[in-house]
């Protein structure tokens, strides 16, 4: 089945379901931070449906975008306010089940607030969507430290002009580690 994802282009779909794909064979579980309405989660639910040993969390606030830094302002993304982005946990959950795929393990919480505790043990894909500066800070420290060897974080908006916040976490993560950035998005193995 082929998502349609109003958020994710066409390529970088593709890009994503392929990654996660190779890494079925990485010991771990899937995990998403920042889901919005599903999109990308109903494509790693999918890629994840057939493998007993994955399981897919999926965290976001539902409660929309949360307040920007500083390191976010861009005149290019005056639309990502506070509050916008909003869909309830309940919606996503529901178009799981539209689809005819296993709900996947949801959290609502703003990642600031998670724990490690909260995130499986072992990671082998995690796709990070958080927009803005502090969300993907925050979901690099949780996710960091539970990859599995030759796990890959894929961070969406690396190079958006207009969530410059997410390219400046990304870097400040990366400049201590041995890691690979790669075309539009951070990906990270």
């Known amino acids: 089945m082929v998502w349609k994802n109003d958020q994710v282009s066409e390529t970088e ?3 994503i379901i392929e990654i996660a794909k190779k890494c079925l064979e990485v010991p771990g579980d899937f995990v998403e931070l920042g889901c919005y309405k599903g999109d990308t989660s109903l494509m790693l639910a999918e890629v994840v449906q057939n493998d007993a040993s ?3 969390f999926i965290y976001d606030s539902f409660e929309g975008l949360p307040k920007k830094s500083e390191k976010d302002n861009s005149p290019l993304g005056e639309n990502f306010k506070e ?3 909003l869909v309830t946990k309940r919606e996503v959950k529901e178009r799981f089940l539209r689809a005819g795929l296993k709900v996947p393990v949801i959290k609502k919480a703003w990642f600031s607030d998670l724990e490690t505790q909260d995130l499986p043990d072992k990671i082998a894909f995690a796709f990070l969507d958080g927009d803005f500066y502090e969300s993907i800070k925050d979901s ?12 890959i ?3 969406h908006d690396y190079n958006n002009p207009a969530l410059p916040g997410v390219k400046k976490a990304v870097d400040e993560w990366i400049s201590t580690r041995k890691l690979q ?4 998005c951070a990906i990270i193995s």
């Open 13 to 15: 779909t593709e890009n």
């Open 54 to 56: 994955k399981t897919l």
């Open 83 to 85: 509050g916008e982005l």
């Open 140 to 151: 690099l420290k949780l996710v960091g430290n539970k990859m599995s060897e030759g796990g």
């Open 153 to 155: 974080v894929i961070v």
């Open 181 to 184: 950035v790669l075309e539009s």
